[in-house]
């Protein structure tokens, strides 16, 4: 199916919904031409689960009513219209992807093989058609539609409403906030941090939030709002108690709890991240700096390793001294 929208926000559900409406309608287009006798059957083969899982529902039952909230049902209301339009006997079947990664694609069953054909032949095409992007559509079965900055919002309609009905505040607030310019905001993967943050539990997220902001309880917050309360940090004694201060403090126990912390979050990210290793030396070193401890010995890359990961790591060390 076409990619409609960013590709870079798109999933593979909507295109597999999309690539199943496409057959749809070009099989309805194929019974009513050569008069198909009624009740014959055909085989919808998908290798994402969530959309046979949908698609079935909807072709086992003509009453199956759809929830119009639900993410890409403007794609689903037009496969149902193509299914109530047909006399065809629809059966979807369900086919795990990327089998070619385990086994030679010649030891493969049929539906196997077509699938790896079909990947290979969509990534060919949106390869050498990256840039070109149809208008949105409103379709024929949902008979309207929510269009913003020139996409077609498919799923969390009231969320991507509300981001950008706020988006100027929110800008406005950030620039100010940060003392950034207008050329730092696209440097930070927001992204990557709504998608990091939505994994946490809600205190842990709203303790990540305080320290994003610069809103943590320290010493100097909280005399601020009260001036009985000292400024001054309570380890060193000498110094007052910012936030940065609360990760940089020369007292020697604190330097030592932040060593410790540090390594322990450190080695959980070496057993259960799976990241590179050029990734880690930028990330340890970048911490090392910030927190005031001592710079590995060695590093655990030696060399530049892979081209593309050390570059891509470059320019993000770059995009993150631009914007502090």
């Not at 406005?172 to 930070?188: E, G, H, Q």
Request: aromatic share 8%; charged share 20%.
């Amino acid at each position: 199916g076409p990619a409609d929208c960013d590709p870079l926000l798109l999933s593979s559900y909507r295109p597999e919904l999309q690539g199943i409406l496409a057959n749809m309608i070009m099989l309805t287009t194929i019974e009513q031409s050569y008069a198909l006798p009624p009740g014959s059957t055909v085989h919808l083969v998908c290798d994402n689960e969530a959309a046979t899982k949908i698609v079935r529902k909807i072709v086992q039952s003509r009453r199956f009513v759809l929830d119009p909230q639900q993410t890409d049902v403007d794609i689903l209301l037009e496969i149902q219209g193509e299914f109530l339009l047909s006399q065809i006997k629809y059966e979807v079947i369900w086919i795990r992807s990327h089998q070619d990664d385990h086994e030679a694609v010649a030891s493969l069953p049929f539906l196997a093989r077509l699938n790896v054909d079909c990947d290979r032949r969509a990534k060919l095409y949106l390869r050498n058609n990256r840039d070109i992007l149809p208008p949105p559509v409103v379709l024929s079965q949902e008979r309207w539609g929510a269009i913003c900055r020139g996409q077609k919002v498919t799923s969390q309609l009231k969320q991507v409403i509300y981001e950008n009905y706020t988006a100027p505040a929110s800008r406005a607030y950030l620039l100010k906030r940060f003392a950034w310019t207008d050329l730092c905001l696209p440097w930070v993967n927001w992204r990557s941090m709504h998608y990091s943050k939505s994994k946490l539990t809600m205190p842990r997220n709203t303790f990540v939030s305080k320290i994003l902001y610069d809103k943590l309880p320290v010493a100097e917050r909280l005399h601020f709002f009260d001036s009985s309360e000292s400024p001054v940090c309570r380890s060193c004694n000498t110094s007052v108690e910012t936030q940065q201060h609360l990760f940089q403090c020369s007292f020697k126990e604190s330097r030592r709890q932040r060593l410790r912390s540090w390594s322990k979050h450190l080695k959980v990210l070496l057993t259960t991240g799976h990241t590179s290793r050029i990734i880690m030396d930028v990330i340890d070193g970048n911490v090392c700096a910030y927190l005031r401890l001592p710079p590995r010995p060695c590093l655990w890359q030696h060399g530049p390793g892979n081209r593309t990961v050390y570059a891509a790591t470059q320019r993000a060390v770059a995009a993150q001294s631009l914007i502090g």
